[in-house]
């Protein structure tokens, strides 16, 4: 039996989001990250807050910076852990 709070679709987990989520899990600050990736902080900002598309790169240094599959970062497909 199906009740009003279980109708209803779950929003889809952003690239942003998802790119935050990694940060935060890896226990680093935007700057420390950016450090670790070998960017600026604006890169790891502008990532973040979906502020245009983020480069293949960014995605591959970010993935190996935060331990986080980079399939997931980029596609949301998978497990997190890696």
Known sequence: MSTALDAGSIPPIRQSYRLLIARLEAGLK???LAELMG???TVVSNAETGKGPVRKIVLNAWALATGVPVNWLEH???DMSP
């Open 39 to 41: 960017c600026g902080r």
């Open 76 to 78: 949301g497909i998978g």
């Open 30 to 32: 935007q700057d420390e």
